[in-house]
């Protein structure tokens, strides 16, 4: 069998993402499928009022709202995203996300070669 670079997913099936990740009460849930030195893939689930605060990463990051409705601020400006709808949060750059409504997120991050 070959080598699996991607975990905690079905292989060979075609899966509605969003339901791949569930709400919790109060909480943030996330879901790892693929996580290296290269690049990182998170399904996460926001309960409504939840958040992750102000951060940086060495990696540039693109969320797809999958579900609900999330505020995404990026170097201090905020944005309203919506299912389907993407944003990019570029390298080294402060951002946050707080879930307006209950919100659903699909999160890539590409770090640099080293």
Known sequence: M???YI???DFAQVLPLA????Y????IVSKTLAQNGALSLTLFAFDKGE???THESEG???????????????????FTVHAGETIIMPSKTPH?????????MFLIVVFPNK
């Open 2 to 4: 070959a080598d699996k």
């Open 7 to 9: 975990k905690n997913i």
């Open 19 to 22: 339901e791949q990740v569930g």
């Open 24 to 27: 919790q009460p109060g909480q």
């Open 51 to 53: 958040e992750i605060s």
């Open 60 to 78: 540039d990051a693109m969320v797809v709202a999958l579900d609900g409705e999330g505020e995404i601020t990026v170097g201090g400006e905020k």
């Open 96 to 104: 946050a996300v707080y879930a307006a409504e209950r919100f659903k």
